[in-house]
């Protein structure tokens, strides 16, 4: 089945930089496009990033130029490296995979925890 372990959180500071990993399987990785998500204590999950099957990317306003996403077809896997972390990111980070037109599948892994504060 579809599966997703999201890896890389922590306790980070202002300014700071972590690097989140997504292992998934029970797909063709390849063909799907891969996204992060996060979801804040209150507030609905909200897209962070895209990278499409063929690696272009796109960004939410909130992390452009400190966020990047990145994808690696032979590990199954996609990462999100962020830079220049501030308070408001803080929140649980979920990865998942969708085809053009159609949403992220209903299945959802664990996520990992993004603290930054000092």
């Known amino acids: 089945q579809v599966q997703f372990v999201e890896s890389g959180g922590g306790l980070v500071q202002p300014g700071g930089s972590l690097r989140l990993s997504c292992a998934a399987s029970?797909?063709?990785?390849?063909?799907?496009?891969m996204a992060w998500y996060r979801q804040a204590p209150g507030n609905q999950r909200e897209l962070v990033a895209t990278?499409?099957?063929?690696?272009?990317?796109n960004y939410a306003p909130f992390v452009k130029d400190r966020f990047s996403i990145s994808r690696d077809n032979t590990k199954k896997t996609v990462y999100l490296q962020m830079n220049s972390l501030k308070p408001e990111d803080t929140a649980v980070y979920y990865c998942n995979a969708y085809l053009t037109g159609r949403g992220p599948f209903a299945s959802w892994g664990q996520g990992t925890q993004i603290t930054v504060s000092s």
């Open positions: 990278i499409r099957s063929g690696g272009s990317t």
């Open positions: 029970g797909f063709i990785f390849s063909i799907y496009n």
